[in-house]
């Protein structure tokens, strides 16, 4: 189940956090624990504040938010992917391409 907290103090975040993992971990002590971060500090931070608060963080993912939907679409649709920014733009611009190339004198100004 997906459950989103937020706050602009991240500080405030740990306790419900914390207390999420321990129900979770409480009810099946062998599954792992996933929180989504933006980034590798925010992770470290997490860490040590959930292992502050309950004694121990184990058992804990981290993935970026990129990482994970592209394995959840994957276990849902094999056929589909997420595409970073770099591949986006190619397929842009590839459509861009075929779609264009028969109007090249409409577009000529642009060119130049």
């Known amino acids: 189940m997906l459950r989103l907290h937020y ?3 991240l500080e405030e975040l740990v306790p419900p956090l914390a207390d999420e993992i321990e129900k979770s971990q409480r009810c099946d002590p062998l599954a792992r ?3 989504i971060v933006p980034n590798r500090v ?3 931070f997490l860490k040590l504040r959930v292992a502050e ?3 121990v963080a184990a058992n804990l993912g981290f993935p970026f938010l990129r990482s994970y939907l592209a394995r959840a679409l994957a276990q849902a649709e094999p056929d589909l992917r997420v595409l ?3 591949e986006l733009e190619l397929a ?6 075929g779609q264009l190339a028969g109007r ?3 577009f000529e100004p642009v060119r130049r």
Not at 92 to 97: K, P, Q, S, T
């Open 42 to 44: 925010i992770e470290e």
């Open 53 to 55: 608060r309950r004694g």
């Open 33 to 35: 624990a996933t929180i």
């Open 104 to 106: 090249a004198r409409a």
């Open 7 to 9: 706050s602009n103090r």
């Open 92 to 97: 842009i611009f590839e459509c861009l391409r």
């Open 84 to 86: 970073d920014a770099d």
